[in-house]
């Protein structure tokens, strides 16, 4: 599938404190979910991991991933919002301290010292380019 631009509203949910859940597939085929913190590099979402970890390696695998979202938005209906992004991810070493301290700001708060530990190791950047969009908001216009 072809990138697509995020449109503002997704964006926005994006840089917010919203934590993401994080969908891969392990070697069944079964589903792996993660809560991270996400961010925004250009048109790519980001995550960092310090450790190697499973969804790490079922991405190397099979760079097919889901991101949910919440919202704190209600609609007109009374349902409340979030966005799922459809994607293809790349896993890149090395980073991953920088990239949670710039998270944890949105995260935890201006004063946040994340990671928490002297001379932290490289870790990872996982960097997700959007393929389509779902969920419930402005980001996904019913169709006619």
Same mark, same amino acid.
């Given at each position: 599938m072809a990138a697509i631009r995020l449109p503002e509203p997704a964006r926005a949910l994006l840089q917010s404190d919203a934590v993401a859940h994080v969908v891969t597939l392990n070697e069944d085929g079964g589903p792996q979910v993660t809560a991270a913190w996400v961010g /925004?590099?250009?048109?790519?979402? %980001? $995550? &960092?991991? /310090?450790?190697?970890q499973r969804k790490l390696r079922n991405l190397r695998r099979d760079p097919r991933v889901a991101i949910s979202v919440p919202s704190t =938005? =209600?609609?007109?209906?009374? $349902?409340?919002? *979030?966005? %799922? %992004? *459809?994607? =293809? &991810?790349?896993?890149t070493e090395g980073g991953a301290a920088e990239m949670l301290q710039r998270l944890a700001y949105t995260y935890i708060g201006p004063d946040a010292v994340f990671p928490g530990m002297p001379d932290p190791p490289p870790g990872y950047i996982t960097r997700i380019t959007p393929e389509r969009l779902g969920g419930v908001g402005p980001w996904n216009a019913p169709r006619a």
């Open positions: /925004l590099d250009g048109d790519e979402i %980001v $995550l &960092a991991t /310090l450790p190697d =938005t =209600t609609n007109a209906w009374g $349902l409340l919002e *979030y966005l %799922v %992004v *459809y994607g =293809t &991810a790349r896993v």
